[in-house]
């Protein structure tokens, strides 16, 4: 932390932004859809396609420190992000497996 400067800075001295507040009050929801439409830049996020690759998490997931060997960590590293979700699935696997059998 030593040698870093903080500057501070205040919400008075910002510039205004070009946006026409104006206009946009005095617009009908109906126009400001037909623009968004055409706007290629505003895409809806979810499509069909975002579906079909949406992975669902988990939500009771907790974080935990965990060793591993480090030859299994480097193994899932190397094959992409979202290693520690692969572990994850390898895990509950074994899990699932042994509750077949016990």
Same mark, same amino acid.
């Given at each position: ?25 005095? @617009? ?6 037909? @623009? ?40 899932? @590293? ?10 994850? @699935? ?13």
């Amino acid at each position: 932390m030593s040698g870093t400067h903080i500057t501070r800075r205040s919400l008075d001295g910002r510039k205004a932004g070009r946006t026409d507040w104006t206009r946009l009050d005095r @617009q009908s929801e109906d126009e400001t859809n037909d @623009q968004a439409a055409s706007d290629p830049d505003a895409a809806p996020l979810v499509t069909e396609e975002w579906l079909a690759k949406a992975e669902l998490i988990t939500p009771n997931k907790r974080p935990i420190s965990i060793r591993l060997d480090a030859e299994v960590l480097e193994y899932f @590293q190397k094959k992409g992000k979202n290693y520690q979700t692969r572990i994850n @699935q390898v895990l509950r696997a074994y899990v699932e497996a042994h509750k077949k059998s016990a």
